[in-house]
């Protein structure tokens, strides 16, 4: 990696942040430039960066949630209310957790009520 | 069967899940031994974090503390950890299970057995109550803890025990070059705890063999020696071969160490032996560069000489009131066509309280070991030195000092005056004296009276070649005839005027007989 991802996240959203009108033409060559670089593989965790930093700045916080089966409209909706619009949450399918949900907040906080957990606890 | 069911119906009826935050961590780049996690704002340098992986969990180690990243150390199959999966605080630091348990066995340096004999410490536990928690870092006893050395680690060799004594709770190095016998002395010391302890009123020294990098053939080499000289019973071995990841090599030391100071702690004597911390070194070096580490002279990370420092501080001589043990280091160090400028070995040199220097030119002339008497000096050791070898060694080293300023003369030997070639005779006849085959420590009592005869003039008229089968002969007339007033003193460090006689007239009624026949 030429770069690193936060040198990327940073260089990305102040750019944002200094010249708001040509966000477009900022995307574009933000991805042209890593293309360039050699850092294209990374492009995942850099977006994961950008996220938590706009969703910050905002004075959000980004939530990603993972569910065992998949969850029908309504439910994805009425989940999401739960939180508020400053927050940026993801939702996820793993048949792997067999039932329940487990959120993550922010990378860092984590409340996990999946069946796969209790059995790993049952079993230890 | 019913006592399983029954411990099953427990676990299942009293089983608590509360659902509750927890912190987490996410692994987000893996490779080469090494993960990157972010999350765990709250763990601690070199603290155990358990990977969730999809074969069951997995440990690592934190080691690089960054502003929003972790740089942990994989230990186990790296293979197993992948991007995206969940990591957790353990709250503990790297340790493992310490105990009497332990001794004659073969270990990793995470504590689990690699000799096939089944678990160390089963959950009913045996005289150590199934092992002590020892943490692989620990802070090294303080001024206050700590005491002189005062008793000696015989090693069974001649020129170490006589010129470079080893105190209990000293840090001596062993360096020199590769194939050069640095091990073999090493090894050497641990067989002679055995003879050593009995009789001579010393505490049986346990002894710690730390392989870092070595070939697994040569690590089951050593093992077969020590079992067969039984030494294997008061010997643990921490084994990382070349094989094992950079991680298990670098914690190998920390393991070995950690295993000593149990038994310093428990008022007994141990002797861990560091083969060796130049390979230490490199492993040290690979994790830090796969870190992101800076690195500095020859690549090492900046921190190379406090690794050292702080592992070999451990080793110590307690005073009475933490009850009295000691842990005595042999590291070793290999250097490269005898260049002790080079920076490992200038480190640990100036760490050490003295060094043991092998040379590869004594090595190919014969001497063997080929330690380099000029080069090598124990600090401390001295003051740890027996009453008896002390008499005798105190000329040894001012005969060898006069031998070699004059070593340069020994082919013009028959120009040279009178006086020249007596000394010169009489340094070829110690250098003789003081040569021995790897694999036969000497008991203190044989080194004492070896030594007492070549310096007092009576192997003089005995031809060069014939020396060590006189010298053999004298010490087994010594133990067979004269047990009780020369060998057991002696062993025991005693000497006085009465001894001194005894020996003398014993060393003379021997030539006599020899004469006689």
Not at chain 1, 54 to 62: E, P, Q, Y
Not at chain 2, 18 to 23: H, L, P, Q
Not at chain 2, 303 to 311: G, K, S, T
Request: charged share 25%; proline share 3%.
């Amino acid at each position: 990696m030429k770069y690193s991802a936060e040198a990327y996240m940073k260089a990305f959203t102040e750019a944002l942040n200094e010249h708001p009108s040509k966000k477009d033409h900022i995307v574009k060559s933000f991805l042209q430039t890593l293309s360039r670089n050699g850092d294209w593989a990374s492009v995942g965790k850099v977006f994961n960066l950008i996220t938590k930093k706009i969703t910050h700045d905002s004075d959000g916080l980004v939530v990603s949630a993972e569910f065992a089966r998949p969850l029908s409209e309504k439910m994805i909706s009425e989940f999401k209310e739960k939180f508020s619009a400053k927050d940026h949450v993801e939702i996820f399918i793993k048949p792997e957790l067999i039932a329940g949900v487990r959120v993550l907040i922010d990378g860092e906080k984590e409340l996990d009520m999946t069946l796969s957990k209790k059995i790993n606890k049952l079993l230890s | 069967m019913k006592e399983i069911i029954e411990k099953l119906k427990r676990d299942i009826v009293g089983f608590e899940d509360k659902a509750e935050f927890a912190d987490v961590g996410i692994v987000t780049e893996v490779g080469d031994g090494i993960a990157k996690i972010s999350g765990l704002k709250n763990a601690l340098s070199q603290e155990i974090l358990s990977v969730e992986a999809a074969s069951g969990v997995l440990q690592v180690v934190a080691f690089n503390l960054e502003e929003s990243s972790i740089g942990a150390v994989i230990l186990g199959e790296a293979g197993r950890v992948a991007v995206g999966y969940r990591v957790r605080k353990s709250g503990k630091v790297l340790s493992l299970k310490a105990g009497d348990e332990l001794l004659g066995r073969i270990i990793d340096p995470l504590g689990e057995p690699l000799d096939g004999k089944g678990v160390i410490f089963s959950a009913k536990g045996g005289s150590a109550g199934g092992g002590k928690d020892y943490p692989l870092e620990r802070k090294a006893p303080s001024v206050l803890e700590r005491e002189s050395v005062s008793a000696p680690v015989h090693t069974g060799i001649k020129s170490i025990d006589a010129m470079i004594p080893i105190g209990r709770g000293q840090r001596e190095l062993i360096i020199g070059d590769r194939q050069t016998g640095k091990t073999a002395i090493a090894l050497d010391a641990i067989l002679n705890q055995k003879q050593d302890a009995e009789g001579s009123g010393r505490k049986q020294v346990i002894c710690i063999y730390v392989a870092v990098g070595q070939k697994n053939s040569k690590i089951a080499k050593i093992v077969k020696m020590l079992e067969e000289n039984e030494a294997i019973k008061y010997t643990i071995v921490v084994s990382s071969s070349a094989s094992s990841p950079a991680s298990m090599q670098f914690l190998a030391p920390f393991a070995g160490c950690a295993i000593g100071e149990y038994f310093m702690d428990s008022g007994r004597d141990a002797l861990v032996i560091y083969d060796d911390l130049s390979k230490h070194a490199d492993s040290y070096r690979q994790l830090s560069l796969l870190l992101r580490r800076p690195p500095g002279r020859e690549a090492y990370p900046g921190d190379i000489f406090y690794l050292h420092a702080r592992l070999l501080e451990r080793a110590a001589k307690l005073s009475k009131e933490k009850g009295g043990g000691s842990l005595t280091a042999l590291p070793i160090i290999e250097t490269k066509l005898g260049d002790v400028s080079a920076y490992v070995p200038t480190n640990v040199i100036s760490i050490t309280d003295g060094q043991i220097y092998l040379e590869s030119s004594l090595f190919y002339q014969g001497v063997r070991p080929a330690i380099n008497a000029g080069l090598s000096v124990s600090r401390v050791g001295s003051a740890a030195q027996t009453k008896a070898m002390k008499k005798v060694a105190g000329k040894l080293r001012l005969e060898l000092a006069q031998f070699r300023e004059l070593q340069a003369f020994v082919q013009f030997a028959s120009d040279l005056d009178e006086n020249t070639r007596k000394q010169i005779k009489r340094g070829e006849l110690l250098t003789e004296v003081l040569k021995q085959a790897d694999g036969e420590p000497a008991a203190v009592a044989m080194e004492v009276a070896s030594i007492f005869a070549a310096i007092n003039g009576f192997l003089d008229d005995v031809p060069k070649k014939d020396i060590k089968i006189f010298e053999k002969e004298l010490l087994e007339f010594l133990f067979k005839m004269h047990q009780k007033e020369i060998v057991e003193p002696l062993s025991r460090g005693e000497w006085n005027e009465k001894i001194e006689e005894a020996l003398k007239s014993a060393i003379n009624s021997f030539k006599n007989m020899k004469k006689a026949n």
